[in-house]
């Protein structure tokens, strides 16, 4: 595996190695040790996560735990335990006996997965309207409101993080725990997916306003134009999301530019 250089929180470029060992110097106690473990957790977990998102690491690839810690200059424990955070949340698949793996990039069963999650979040936003009780449905417009000036321009992990909130806040308020459940388990399934559309060209900034709809519907307990609003809203995303996937595939796969100028002149 190759060096990848990050950013230091200075802002100067630093590789796995001193990232991993730059805070990890100095003599400590149980306390102070415990802490170090959790800090180099943390710090792998946001490293290999980048490596994931960055595609350094490619997709159906077995990740090879030894290597990694080598490279970070860490134990294997930090590793394993940043492997299943992200596994959890659906960046890696672990395979028993085999180990962790890449997620795939494929397009199979995404369609079913957003219709699973369209008739989730549509029997949700009914119940809510339903069931909510004024002071309830307040929480869900101070949630977006807090949010919505700054929404387009952060990160998109900040994107993705509020944007599931919001819709598992809905979920929240149907009164029903199995729905909050089910709407968590495909968020784990497609947020990978998601994370890469988010960065896309195809990401849409104009669903802001598709959110403020919604909330507005949920104000009206205007159950049928909230459920309208919230299919138009997945059945964006899923082609966006598409799309963004045929370009991640071409990115990974094709080969890059200088090999190809290399073939050419060979050819020539």
Known sequence: MSTIHVDAPDGSAMNEQSFFTATDDAPTDGDTETRRS??????????????????????????????LAKTFGVSRTPIREALNRLASEGFVSLTPNRGFFVRSLSTEGLIDLYELRSIIECAAFRLMCERAEDDQIERLRLYWSAIVDGYREQPADTILAEDEGFHLLI???????????????INARIRFIRRIQIEHRSHDLSQVASHSAIVDAAIARDAEGGMRLLRQHIELT???????????????YSPP????????????
Do not use: M, W
């Open 257 to 268: 530019v200088a090999d190809t100028k290399r073939a050419r002149r060979r050819a020539v």
């Open 38 to 67: 959790a800090d180099s957790s943390e710090r792998a977990y946001n490293t290999i996560r980048k490596l994931l998102v960055e595609f350094k690491l490619k997709p159906e690839e077995r990740i090879n735990e030894v290597q």
């Open 238 to 252: 899923v082609s966006a999301t598409q799309q963004a996937l045929k370009d991640a595939l071409l990115k990974v």
């Open 171 to 185: 979920a929240e308020l149907s009164g029903n725990p199995e729905l909050i459940n089910q709407l968590a388990a």
